[in-house]
């Protein structure tokens, strides 16, 4: 197997010879040179496994460079060296195409991460294919240009802020750019920041110490522990409190944590993905999030469609999940009526809603054929009238969240049927016209418990 070659880019003396030395050791080939007008005339001669730039050069910029690379030798990953706290230059060469960035003085175990991570992008180490179960499934022209984001953003250690209405598969998105990453034979941790009480979300964060607080009987690693060398999926950001935005912001610009009751901080290599159903611009106007954690964890955007944009895939998407469905040798289809109904439908809660009213036709429909009349497509489980007398008064005004109004009334109307059945499960689906699965699903959905 040949042995790597990786070019260094930098005009002080004192920092090749570490970068050489270093890299050596780890058995590569180095390739150093100290301006830009002789990086590019390099590049135009050889090809390298990896390059890492500084950002200042005495002729140019380590940006520069940055662009060079992206335009004529796209699969090469670079990395930039800045100085220590220029957080602003980093994110830029993020979003310019760098893969990563170290900042000096430099640390030789970072440096070792880094390069080791940024190796691993060659065809020979990372796996481009992805589980059959977590496929993004669509070949609309909207899907199609998903999926190339998806597989340039895995080439990068960049925060990602995935955005999206709810239902749309932000996590299997997440999933995907982690999957196809250098990072992908190391753990995916997601978390929904909502489901965390907020006198906990610390020490479920970074951990805490025996003895810390009462009731801390045991050590205890954090998420960002249990992520390290992998990926933190962090859903429904949004709903972090505001004390603990600040500490978040300091993990990632610092990349180090401090355990509940520990005097010493930890080292942690962890690429964040975030998402959220809300507007997260409105959030950091109105005051509820902060802009320098919203800067930080927005290094590059990625929205994902909704299903209301792309109808032409609601044949395949329904086809899969009726393929999930049928079991015993059962073979239930549409009928050209229903998927006409199905693909005309303005679906507010998307994929996720597309997938639990096929569920619920598939368990009410007759025979092996679901017909247009058994697609209930007001809100599943939820009867019109039951919607209606629940709509706001003129005087309420208008509805800001439509999805949010009726998780509300979802929330009430399944409480209700509950309540009524004394809390037996199989006799309120019954009651709500639910498959018993179904509604475990809303009861998880809903944190009804």
């Known amino acids: 197997m040949s042995i790597a070659t990786v070019l260094i880019v930098d005009d002080e003396p004192d920092i090749l010879e570490l970068l050489e030395i270093t890299l050596s050791r780890m058995g590569l080939k180095t390739h150093s040179t100290c301006n830009y007008q002789e990086t590019l005339a390099v590049l135009q001669q050889q090809t390298f496994d990896l390059c890492l730039t500084d950002m200042r050069l005495p ?46 003085p430099v640390d030789i175990n970072r440096l070792r991460e880094l390069v080791s991570s940024a190796l691993k992008l060659s065809t020979n180490h990372v796996k481009h294919d992805v589980p059959v179960e977590n496929a993004l499934l669509g070949n609309s022209t909207l899907m199609q240009r998903l999926r190339m984001q998806i597989a340039k953003l895995a080439r990068s250690q960049a925060p990602v802020y995935i955005s999206g209405e709810s239902g749309t598969g932000k996590e299997l998105v997440a999933r995907q750019i982690h999957q196809l990453g250098s990072r992908n034979e190391q753990p995916f941790i997601p978390v929904n920041c909502g489901a965390i009480p907020s006198e906990l979300m610390e020490s479920e964060f970074f951990g805490h110490k025996k003895g810390s607080f009462s009731g801390a009987t045991d050590n205890k690693i954090g998420l960002f522990q249990a992520a390290h060398g992998g990926t933190l999926f962090l859903d429904e950001v949004a709903d972090l409190p505001l004390n603990m935005q600040v500490k978040l912001l300091r993990a ?58 792309r109808p032409e895939d609601i044949a395949l998407l329904s086809q899969v999940f009726l393929q999930r469905l049928n079991q015993d040798n059962n073979h239930v289809e549409l009928t050209p009526e229903a998927l006409a109904k199905l693909q005309s439908f303005h679906f507010p809660g998307n994929v996720r809603e597309l997938e639990n009213l096929l569920e619920r036709a598939y368990t009410l429909c007759e025979g092996n054929v679901i017909d247009s009349h058994d697609l209930n497509l007001t809100n599943v489980g939820i009867t019109p009238a039951a919607i209606a007398s629940e709509q706001p008064s003129p005087s309420t005004g208008p509805i800001n969240n439509l999805e949010h109004h009726l998780e509300t009334i979802e929330r009430k109307i399944i409480v209700q049927a509950l309540e009524e059945t004394r809390w037996n499960r199989t006799a309120a689906a019954e009651r709500l016209g639910l498959s018993l699965r179904s509604l475990r699903y809303r009861l998880k959905k809903l944190s009804i418990d």
């Open 252 to 309: 990632l610009q610092e990349k180090t944590i401090r355990p509940v009751g520990c005097q010493q901080e930890q080292a942690v290599d962890v690429r964040v993905l975030s998402a959220t159903h809300k507007d997260l611009n409105k959030e950091v106007a109105a005051g509820r999030f902060r802009q320098d954690l919203f800067y930080r964890l927005n290094v590059i955007e990625l929205n994902v469609p909704a299903l209301r944009e």
């Open 59 to 104: 002729d140019g910029s380590g940006l520069d460079i940055i662009e060079y690379v992206q335009q004529h030798h796209s699969t090469m990953p670079i990395a930039m060296i800045t100085a220590y706290g220029c957080i602003e230059t980093a994110t830029k060469a993020l979003k310019a195409g760098a893969f990563d960035y170290i900042t000096k």
